[in-house]
């Protein structure tokens, strides 16, 4: 084989290469409700009480079934509410439609809204599904 031929079957190979992995992106849509909070914290707010929140937030998420998944940790929040800068973000993934409406009355949700509303400036919310 010649230096040419070669270097054609390398980079014809590498082309299918590219073009398999491309085209072997997998994705789902899933059935479940992506709950999506950003918010500003009041003046004020201690890191220490934002992790109170945290704490808080786990442990409904334990406590109420049909939760799925929870995170927490903001990597980019952009928006405003208020007139003010959304600072944080949380997300909480419901198995479906009916374990996201029992959220919203279950007592451990209650029980959360009395840590998370004293600390809350003001929120936006997106429920999301396909």
């Known amino acids: 084989m010649t230096r040419r031929q070669n270097l054609t079957a390398v980079l014809a190979g590498a082309m299918t290469a590219t073009g398999s992995a491309l085209a072997a992106n997998k994705y789902k849509k899933p059935a479940s409700i992506i709950h999506v ?9 201690t890191d220490a009480q ?21 995170w927490l940790k903001s990597v980019k929040v952009q928006g405003d509410a208020g007139g003010k800068t959304l600072t944080s973000a949380f997300v909480m993934e419901f198995k479906d439609e009916a374990a996201f409406k029992a959220y919203g009355d279950h007592p451990a949700h ?3 809204e009395k840590v998370y509303i004293p600390m ?9 599904t396909n």
């Open 110 to 112: 209650k029980e959360w």
């Open 37 to 45: 909070v950003t918010l500003y914290w009041k003046d004020g707010t």
């Open 50 to 70: 934002k992790q109170q929140v945290w704490a808080a937030t786990e442990k409904m998420a334990a406590a109420i079934p049909g939760i799925t998944n929870l």
């Open 120 to 128: 809350r400036g003001e929120s936006r919310t997106h429920d999301i």
